[in-house]
Nanobody, 117 residues
């Protein structure tokens, strides 16, 4: 499985960005996709996830500003980020999960989001 993330960039505080992550290859085992982020010098942290059936989960601190969605026909997951803050600056990584009995999760290459104050 290959994950191609896009949509990062520079935005002013209060602005919005939408990230996309397209999955390709043998995706039959993928049961959820999501986003993590890692700020400089920090640990990678969970942002949001969505299952194949559409159930969503968010980091508590991001609820209300970030929205995850997916297009199953395109094997693509989106992250709509609104009211961005400088502390949202990070590399955002796409993640595709599968049952551990099959294998570990897949990771995309990351896309940088920079929010200026």
């Amino acid at each position: 499985v290959q994950l191609q993330a896009s949509g990062g960039g520079l935005v002013q505080a209060g602005g919005s960005l939408r990230l996309s992550c397209a999955a390709s290859g043998n995706t039959f085992s993928i049961n959820a996709m999501g986003w993590f982020r890692q700020a400089s010098g920090e640990r990678r942290e969970f942002v949001a996830a969505i299952t194949n059936s559409g159930s969503t989960n968010y980091a508590d601190s991001l609820k209300g500003r970030f929205t995850i969605s997916r297009d199953n026909a395109k094997n693509t997951v989106y992250l709509q980020m609104n009211s961005l803050k400088p502390e949202d600056t990070a590399v955002y990584y796409c993640n595709a999960d599968q049952p551990r009995t099959i294998g570990p999760p897949y990771w995309g290459q990351g896309t940088l989001v920079t929010v200026s104050s």
